[in-house]
């Protein structure tokens, strides 16, 4: 069984960073498309980055130099590395994953991915 737990979530000021992460577990991390996910208040889930089983990443434009994932496939994890936050970056943050592979220009759309995470929070002052 699949589960994806997301972790490191928390309040900073704006300028400040934030390392989330996502432990997976029912499977292997490094053989399937693996995304991060952002929903904020009254605003429809959106695509953050993305890293594919080549280690492909892909970047939703607001993120583009300021956020990074990466994964480390000794811990099955799956981490957001992200800089320079802004008030907008506000959410909950999920991270997803699938068995099928997720058609490249497509790994940041919510629709194609099947297991996630319950979430967390990440809120950014100004």
């Known amino acids: 069984q699949v589960q994806l737990q997301e972790s490191g979530g928390g309040s900073v000021q704006s300028g400040g960073s934030l390392r989330l992460s996502c432990a997976a577990s029912?499977?292997?991390?490094?053989?399937?498309?693996m995304g991060w996910f952002r929903q904020a208040p009254g605003k429809e889930r959106e695509g953050v980055a993305a890293?594919?089983?080549?280690?492909?990443?892909n970047y939703a434009d607001s993120v583009k130099g300021r956020f990074t994932v990466s994964q480390d496939n000794a811990k099955n994890t799956l981490y957001l590395q992200m800089n320079d936050l802004k008030s907008e970056d506000t959410a909950i943050y999920y991270c997803?994953?699938?068995?099928?592979?997720?058609?490249?220009?497509?790994?940041?759309?919510?629709?194609?991915?099947?297991?996630w995470g319950q979430g967390t929070q990440v809120t950014v002052s100004s």
């Open positions: 890293i594919d089983s080549d280690g492909t990443t």
């Open positions: 997803a994953t699938d068995h099928e592979t997720v058609v490249a220009g497509q790994t940041l759309v919510p629709g194609r991915y099947t297991y």
């Open positions: 029912g499977y292997i991390t490094s053989s399937y498309c």
